[in-house]
């Protein structure tokens, strides 16, 4: 079922989110449901937070490559590189943010099963922002002084 998004505000963008410990039928649900959710907004990433749920969980769909990963551990790779990098709970806004140009995730499918997803470009740049929501991190934090200020001054007048 598609959800509503929470925007920029929400405390639950900013509340690091709890480990998944039971690999159950809600959790089937929770996935399925922030895939709908990513789908339908459209974006190439969703985390839980961003449906009000404080799980670790995200989804992504890169070069129609859909998947999800729970409880992630990133080992990032290389030395970071901007890119222009937005986000489905700051509509409209986009800003070069710097980021590890390659990353192993490992974590945990639905099932419980362990996964390692390992990508560089556009996915390593999305495993990143997702798992960034999981910690309570959204991409402008990442944003130097000049364009972190540019980016606040734009969420006012949003």
Not at 32 to 42: F, G, K, N, V
Not at 145 to 158: D, G, P, T, V
């Given at each position: 079922?598609?959800?509503?998004?929470?925007?920029?505000?929400?405390?639950?963008?900013?509340?690091?989110?709890?480990?998944?410990?039971?690999?159950?039928?809600?959790?089937?649900?929770?996935?399925?449901?922030?895939?709908?959710?990513?789908?339908?907004?459209?974006?190439?990433?969703?985390?839980?937070?961003?449906?009000?749920?404080?799980?670790?969980?995200?989804?992504?769909?890169?070069?129609?490559?859909?998947?999800?990963?729970?409880?992630?551990?990133?080992?990032?790779?290389?030395?970071?590189?901007?890119?222009?990098?937005?986000?489905?709970?700051?509509?409209?806004?986009?800003?070069?943010?710097?980021?590890?140009?390659?990353?192993?995730?490992?974590?945990?499918?639905?099932?419980?099963?362990?996964?390692?997803?390992?990508?560089?470009?556009?996915?390593?740049?999305?495993?990143?922002?997702?798992?960034?929501?999981?910690?309570?991190?959204?991409?402008i934090d990442?944003l130097d002084?000049?364009?972190?200020?540019?980016?606040?001054?734009?969420?006012?007048?949003?």
């Open positions: 079922m598609v959800k509503t998004i929470k925007l920029f505000g929400e405390p639950v963008l900013r509340t690091p989110a709890e480990p998944v410990v039971d690999f159950d039928l809600e959790l089937r649900n929770l996935v399925r449901d922030l895939t709908e959710t990513m789908i339908d907004a459209p974006g190439v990433g969703l985390a839980a937070p961003q449906i009000g749920v404080s799980l670790r969980v995200f989804t992504y769909n890169v070069d129609d490559e859909p998947g999800h990963l729970i409880n992630p551990v990133l080992k990032l790779e290389g030395e970071e590189e901007e890119d222009d990098e937005g986000c489905l709970s700051l509509p409209g806004l986009q800003f070069p943010t710097p980021r590890a140009p390659r990353v192993v995730a490992s974590g945990f499918n639905m099932h419980g099963d362990p996964v390692t997803l390992e990508g560089t470009e556009l996915l390593a740049r999305c495993v990143q922002h997702e798992t960034d929501h999981l910690d309570g991190i959204l991409f990442r002084k000049k364009q972190r200020k540019l980016a606040m001054k734009a969420i006012r007048e949003a």
